[in-house]
DNA sequence: GCTTAAAAGATAATTATTATCCTTTGATAA
DNA sequence: TTATCAAAGGATAATAATTATCTTTTAAGC
């Protein structure tokens, strides 16, 4: 969807720096807060740490964007979308997507515990393809 | 299973801190290195912080335990079991284990993605079932 | 174009974590 | 059981990550 678009409907001001961070979580999926900043360093180049946190915080509050906690690795962040599971490379770090569908897991874990759940935060981490080989 | 032999099997020399430590956890499941602090210094009233980063960190290395992160939580630490969910109540900070098996999970992520997958980081949030009636 | 509240930028302050250095202690083997 | 020594503990400095504060700039509605 049109980042300008996705902004106005969760309640953002929009602007250049809000339309950079979008455009580039949709081009690399997940970024932290420093890629962020080298990132769009390039094209604002007097973009301060302060306004990418404070978006990001902004962000998340609207739930436009999640959160993406794992061992070892900086928060990353990556723009809402159905659940599903992070695969983390702990030789490379390659962080990746994977579109198993979660709801089975989800209802099941909402039927034992009684959560009324909302959220999920799933990361798998070993080895990918190509650092099991070397 | 006996604090002293756990440390032992994993190789970490057995102190009255590691004992500590652990005794903690497998009381509390979860903790975070503020809570360790807190409570060891009743123990142990000269404890030092380095002490407890340094410990967490040994016993993460050796895999003894693991870490869990999760959107607006510190990060936590229990001793390893089987993997499985955790739950968060986003009202209440409530956070416990539910014993779902998630083998069939990992295999198919495993096979869907060729990654060879050691470690899982599951957490659902929402609602416990207090926070949803009040 | 004005107006205004919100966002951006600069930077200080806070918090979390790691590094360093010296002292103490657990494990081993004489 | 005690002597040895690498490893662990404690104190604290250093670093990294995040948030707070304040002033300037800008987006959005009239």
Known sequence: MNSELLLR?????????????????????HVDVEELFLTMKKQFSSIS?????????AMLEKQLITE???????????IVKEPHIHLLCKECNEFVDLDINLETLIDDASKKSN???????????GLCEKCQTN
Do not use: F
Request: proline share 4%; with cysteine.
């Open 49 to 57: 740490l302060a306004t990418l946190y404070k978006n990001v915080n």
């Open 115 to 125: 959560y009324q759940l909302e959220e999920s935060c799933v990361v798998l981490s």
């Open 68 to 78: 993406i906690k794992a061992p070892k690795l900086k928060a990353k962040y990556e």
């Open 9 to 29: 409907e969760h309640d953002l001001k929009v602007t250049p720096q809000r339309l950079g961070i979008l455009s580039l979580m949709k081009i690399k999926g």
